[in-house]
């Protein structure tokens, strides 16, 4: 027997059901989510047109299907033995119940990959539904059609992050593949759901002009004007803590790269003096649509049917 939820299609045998991931997720019981962290946050932790000055209950699990040596959730992705890691269970309704009393909108699966456990993501989402409450997640994108045609009704916004442009990357540094990945940030846009696209730039990794335009033009073939890009800094962790942080100027200088390539929504998410780059504005008369503060605190001026108050200009942010 094949396991069909990511593009390892790994085989599950009676001598050994471990997949890539470390992890029997075919078997999963949609009933019993195991979870290692969660935590009430502001959406803007990795959104910034979904549902904006809103709060999401932020949900941990536990794997990955990926290897990247710069994970920051290393601890519960890159695992020998699942049993070692402090997991706690609850019920689908469980989750939709703290999600509810915090008064949270969304409900978002991230810090590990959530898609390697559709069953806990369907099931939420038909009780989320519920009460209003929308369905998030934050992913590598390594999924396999199968899963994405089965969780496409439950899912109402995608952050995607992407590592590299390059395949080989994927193979030889994160032990996956670029297609795949590809098709399912094609597949998101296509069935309309919520878009948003990560790229951590990683020096001496996948920080080159020449990579950062080719991670664009990716985006480029789909949309330069519905999809936000958050340029992320880097930090030293895992097995890449020789590495240094990504230097703040070059983050904006790639910035200024993706809007001169005719990307509307760029931001760079750093905390200096240059934070109102976080800002959204009107692309077409340049009229400030939301501020953001260092504590994810907003100041939206967004109409009510989505435009900008100075030109009425559509502004593509889900409130």
Known sequence: MKCDICPN?????????????????FYDDENRIYTCNIEVEPIESNFYHFLPGSKTLSVGLIGCNLQCPSCTNYKTTQFENDLLIPKVKYSPRDIVNM???????????????????????????????EYNIKTAIVTNGFTSPEALEKTKDYIDAVCLNIKSPSDTYYKQVCKGRLKPIISTLNFYYKKHIHLEVEYTLI??????????VEFAEYIKEISTEKIPI????FIPVYKLKHIKPTNEKYMLKTCDRLNQMGFKYVYPEITTKQQYKNNTYCHHCKHLLI???QDYQIDDHITENQGCPHCNHKAYVIE
């Open 9 to 25: 299609y790994c085989e599950i045998t009676e001598e050994s059901n471990k997949t890539e991931c470390k992890l029997d997720p």
């Open 291 to 293: 501020k953001r503060s």
């Open 230 to 233: 958050h340029i992320k800094q």
């Open 203 to 212: 020096p001496e990794y996948n920080d080159t002009p020449k990579e950062v």
């Open 99 to 129: 999600a509810y009393d915090n008064d949270a909108e969304t409900i978002t699966w991230k810090f590990s990959e959530p898609t390697i456990h559709p069953k806990w993501i369907i099931k939420t989402a038909q009780i989320a539904q």
